[in-house]
Nanobody, 120 residues
Framework: QVQLVESGGGLVQAGGSLRLSCAAS????????MGWYRQAPGKQRELVAG???????NYADSVKGRFTISRDNAKNTVYLQMNSLKPEDTAVYYC??????????????WGQGTQVIVSS
């Protein structure tokens, strides 16, 4: 089994910062891609930032220059540093990880989600 545990959400004023963390654990052989998605009420889940295997990064246009994704491969942990937060960033943020389990099977898992609320 593979588990993803997220932390770091909360309530913040516009212009503030938050840092989200997501740790993958369990029967993991390797974690390849990791990323963050978000879903606002009444909207579809969207990619916020991703780190495919190889170390590259990609961001949604709406967060470029404000959010930074990073990874600690030794800890199978991905972070999302969110600066200059705006009310429109309010959403439930989900971590996603894809890789290979110790039994050789691939996995693609989601975290439980963490709420981010940005007040104006």
């Amino acid at each position: 089994q593979v588990q993803l545990v997220e932390s770091g959400g909360g309530l913040v004023q516009a212009g503030g910062s938050l840092r989200l963390s997501c740790a993958a654990s369990g029967s993991i052989y390797s974690v390849n891609a990791m990323g963050w998605y978000r879903q606002a009420p009444g909207k579809q889940r969207e990619l916020v930032a991703g780190m495919p295997s190889g170390g590259s990064t990609n961001y949604a246009d709406s967060v470029k220059g404000r959010f930074t994704i990073s990874r600690d491969n030794a800890k199978n942990t991905v972070y999302l540093q969110m600066n200059s937060l705006k009310p429109e960033d309010t959403a439930v943020y989900y971590c996603n990880a894809a890789g290979i389990k110790r039994d050789g099977l691939m996995f693609n898992h989601w975290g439980q989600g963490t709420q981010v609320i940005v007040s104006s």
